[in-house]
């Protein structure tokens, strides 16, 4: 995607949100316990179609092994050298338990397969999340504690004055030589007066 100006940022930025939303209809419309618990099926199907993205966002690599060690190839590549590509399906194609062996037997190739991993689990759990928000404000379901009401600026003042006052207090006890408590109440005093 090119993006040409501000304004077709911000258009792109909203066609992308509403391919979520209909994502979010079609996945709640098939699946309406999604929220609640999904389907392995339904799981596996979400899997590979974010794994595809991934995959295009984060084409695989293939490394060259020189002398024991697996690196990016520059230049022509000699015909015997060992060619080991790394993507995310080979990356996931491994069990935990034959991922996990790698450390031992190929500590390199177990790096490289570690960040795909990680990368994915990250990616995956980011596009689980936005199908998820998707999905309750399509319902009316905001989760999110509400946001409390703004103070009025007086009862904003009293509270952050009051709060100064402790803070210069902690600022004492920790050592603090710039927190002079005299200093504040006399401020404060002389704040007060003001009107």
């Known amino acids: 995607m090119t993006i040409k100006s501000y304004k077709d940022a911000a258009y792109q930025a909203a066609k992308a949100v509403d391919s979520i939303e209909e994502a979010a209809k079609f996945v709640f419309a098939k699946c309406p316990t999604v929220l609640d618990s999904m389907p392995d ?9 974010w794994m595809l993205r991934h995959h295009e966002k984060y084409p695989e690599q293939t490394y060259i092994r020189v002398d024991g060690n697996l690196a990016l190839p520059s230049g022509k590549v000699p ?3 060992e060619k080991v590509t790394v993507s995310i399906y080979t990356a996931m194609a491994y069990s935990q338990q034959a991922f996990g062996q790698l450390r031992n037997t190929d500590p390199q190739l177990h790096g490289l397969i570690k960040i ?14 936005d199908l998820f928000s998707a999905i309750r404000e399509m319902l009316g379901d905001d989760t999110k ?3 409390a009401a703004v103070d009025d600026f007086a ?3 009293v509270k952050h ?7 210069c207090k902690n600022a004492i006890s920790r ?3 710039t927190a002079d408590l005299a200093l504040l109440d006399r401020q404060l005093a002389a704040f007060w007066a003001t009107k």
């Open 175 to 177: 050592g603090d030589t």
């Open 116 to 129: 795909r991993r990680d990368k994915w689990k990250k990616y995956r759990g980011n596009r689980l999340g």
């Open 155 to 157: 009862v904003y003042i």
């Open 145 to 147: 504690s509400p946001k």
């Open 79 to 81: 015909e015997k050298a």
């Open 161 to 167: 004055l009051d709060a100064a006052k402790t803070r």
């Open 41 to 49: 099926d339904v799981k596996s199907e979400l899997d590979e179609g």
